[in-house]
């Protein structure tokens, strides 16, 4: 393996105390945010949380944005412009449209899909090696991944709707986005690329919120707006804003695969507040999770 190769895609600092805590951190935010999405859903549409997410977690980082892009080239703000609507806005919609039929648990197992379009994309788009050993990491998680999906406590198989697709959508944005932040982004601080980012969209996501009445409207004839406001607001600061600053860093510290292994512990996290809110635990869930720790183990190793 080139060794340039073998150094950008080999994490040295990912068996840190600091790696794994940001890691588990994450996994534990974003885990949540699907029952978050799901209650937003009470009384917005998938457009109107969407939109919401983004625009809450954008305007808090305006006014620093500003001054972080003052020192920035053109090619760095497109590039972090790009980057925000890869790894936040459109996935923001996908998961959003998914959840209208899909329940909060299914949605998160399928965001376990990332590394695997991570490596696809790392190899044949930005001409990345890879070890057998976090290939085969990779390939037991995403396996374990779909056994979440297909397996089912009477051994039948679950159908899957076609808003599985807008998951899949969303999971290749990221697996394009850790690849660009890796390759051409790594030596920006992970609070400028947060907050650029997600402030450069924000405009876009004001723009979808507020292009009609309905949203406002929604305050005054729906009882539970304010509820639903209350969870996605608290999606888009905590899920969005400050979740993609320990996930930039991540991303600095080590590698596009360890750092997508993030969604193999976000399943886990979204079937535990599944079974909280009423949804139900099938035994292929279990198993399909065992494999998911095993692929993260092997993932991680050099």
């Known amino acids: 393996m080139n060794s340039s190769l073998q150094e950008r895609y080999s994490p040295k600092l990912s068996t840190s105390a600091f790696s794994w805590f940001l890691l588990i951190s994450l ?18 549409s998938a457009i109107e949380v969407g939109a919401l997410r983004i625009f809450s ?10 001054i972080k892009m003052k020192h920035l080239s053109r090619k760095k703000v497109f590039l972090l ?90 999971t290749i944005c990221y697996g ?7 390759n051409y982004l790594q030596e920006e601080k992970s609070l400028t690329i947060t907050s650029v980012s997600l402030a450069m969209i924000m405009p876009l996501a004001a723009y979808l919120l507020f292009r009609d009445s309905q ?16 969870y996605i607001a608290t999606l888009g600061l905590i899920g969005t ?4 600053i320990l996930f930039n860093r991540l991303v600095n ?9 993030v969604t193999y512990l976000i399943p886990i996290v979204a079937v535990l507040w599944g079974l909280l809110d009423g949804e139900t635990l099938y035994f292929g869930y279990i198993v399909g999770m065992t494999a998911i720790i095993i692929g993260i183990f092997l993932s991680r190793k050099d």
């Open 27 to 44: 996994a534990l935010i974003w885990g949540s945010s699907f029952i978050l999405i799901k209650k937003g859903l009470v009384s917005f």
């Open 57 to 66: 977690a954008g305007i808090v980082f305006v006014p620093l944005a500003v």
């Open 81 to 170: 412009f790009f980057s925000g609507l890869l790894g936040s806005f459109f996935p923001a919609f996908l998961f959003a449209q998914a959840q209208t039929q899909l329940s909060s648990s299914v949605t998160g197992v399928l965001n376990a899909l990332t590394p695997f379009f991570v490596l696809i994309i790392g190899v044949l788009v930005f001409k990345a090696s890879i070890s057998w050993r976090k290939a085969l990491g990779i390939f037991i998680g995403f396996i374990g991944a779909v056994f979440l999906i297909l397996a089912r406590e009477d051994g039948e198989v679950a159908g899957i709707k076609v808003h599985a697709f807008y998951v899949v959508a969303a």
């Open 176 to 182: 394009f986005n850790l690849n660009i932040i890796k």
């Open 215 to 230: 949203f406002i409207d929604k305050f005054s004839s729906d009882p539970q707006a304010w509820t639903s406001l209350g």
């Open 241 to 244: 804003a400050f979740a993609l």
């Open 253 to 261: 510290l080590t590698s596009p695969i360890f750092t997508s292994s």
